[in-house]
């Protein structure tokens, strides 16, 4: 006679990760789940919420026996511009919910939502991660093919990457390593100083407020490690520069960019060159570029390195009778403010980009 079968009771709390021993438990639970993303970490967490001043709200979902069955890390996120919206996980391309069973997806997904509604949030994002699915999915819209993923392996040494990038790729990274570019990384306030600098006038110039400066500072903070900054410098000023995060052994550059002399030099194709040297030496694996929206700039540029799209799904819900708000910047509506951004001095920019920028989430 078989044993009966003993079902796990799941349930849902909101933790604190001001508790240094539940952040611990979490954060070793989150880097040996094999669907993990650094924004999954509490130190993501704690970086946004400190340099946003945006609330951090996490939901955990556990079975009875008090074993972690899921994870959803969540950013209250309020604007006066772009409206108040429960986002999984602010100002990251990836999160959502984490979990080892449908049921705790279920339950996760359920307790956020109704938090979203007792806290008076129109709009609850999950940027990947598991959906509801089945009766479960009334009421959430899933978005799919809007956005892809680039990600691929890394090669054995600097001359096999160099020969795995497509030849008309690969040309360009050999014209930028004839140009006597220096390349330093670091986390130091100097490294933040050089990449805050390229990055605040690259975002302008693509009409885009910069984020806040204290964002990237409390990330390196956080994360340790496992954070770092890479700058190419000519004749020794920085031209580009790219702030990664390391994960389970694979980089993600996630904030970079280049000044206008970046492109004469190639600089930004040394960049990413020597970041995937950089980060095989510190024992990764693999390079994740990111996600870029479908058929853009960005988009081609990684197609062009020789990555694959994977296309990328989200989620939204939204309180009756509102509509999902709209932060993409390729949005039509933003057309003619994006033109008037461009034009902005860079030092006005700087001041009031910050500001605007920690409204979007």
Not at 298 to 308: I, Q, S, T
């Amino acid at each position: 006679m078989n044993a009966p079968v003993i079902r796990s009771k799941i349930s849902v709390r909101q933790c604190d990760l001001d508790d240094r021993n539940e952040a611990a438990r979490i954060d070793a639970w989150i880097m040996a789940h094999e669907d993990s993303t650094p924004f999954h970490r509490p130190a993501w967490m704690q970086a946004v919420k400190r340099g946003t001043q945006q609330e951090a709200i996490c939901l955990i979902a556990e079975n009875s026996l008090g074993e972690i069955s899921g994870w959803l890390p969540m950013h209250l996120v309020h604007s006066p511009i772009f409206g108040r919206a429960l986002v999984s996980a602010g100002f990251a391309v990836g999160g959502g919910i984490l979990a080892s069973s449908p049921t705790a997806v279920r339950r996760l997904a359920e307790a956020a939502w109704d938090f979203a509604q007792r806290n008076s949030c129109p709009t609850l994002e999950l940027r990947g991660g598991d959906f509801p699915g089945g009766k479960h999915a009334s009421g959430w819209q899933i978005k799919r093919g809007a956005h892809a993923n680039f990600a691929r392996a890394l090669t054995e040494d600097d001359e096999a990457e160099l020969l795995a990038i497509p030849r008309k790729q690969r040309a360009e990274v050999r014209k930028g390593l004839k140009n006597e570019l220096v390349v330093e990384t670091g986390n130091s306030a100097r490294d933040l100083d050089w990449h805050y600098a390229i990055y605040s006038e690259s975002v302008r110039n693509l009409g885009t407020p910069v984020f806040p400066k204290a964002l990237m500072a409390e990330t390196l903070a956080a994360f340790g490690e496992d954070a770092d900054i890479l700058t190419v410098l000519h004749e020794g000023a920085p031209v580009a520069s790219v702030l990664s995060l390391y994960h389970r052994g694979t980089v993600m550059p996630y904030w970079g960019g280049g000044v206008w002399e970046a492109r004469r030099l190639r600089a930004n194709d040394v960049m990413y060159y020597a970041l995937m040297n950089h980060a095989r030496r510190k024992g990764c694996h693999s390079f994740d570029f990111g996600r870029s929206k479908v058929d853009s700039g960005a988009y081609f540029f990684k197609k062009n390195w020789g990555f694959e799209p994977e296309p990328l799904a989200y989620a939204v819900r939204t309180a009756d009778g509102s509509e999902p708000r709209d932060v993409n910047p390729n949005s039509p509506k933003y057309k003619a403010q994006i033109a008037i951004w461009q034009k902005l001095p860079l030092s006005f920019a700087n001041r009031i980009g910050p500001w605007i920028a920690r409204g979007i989430g």
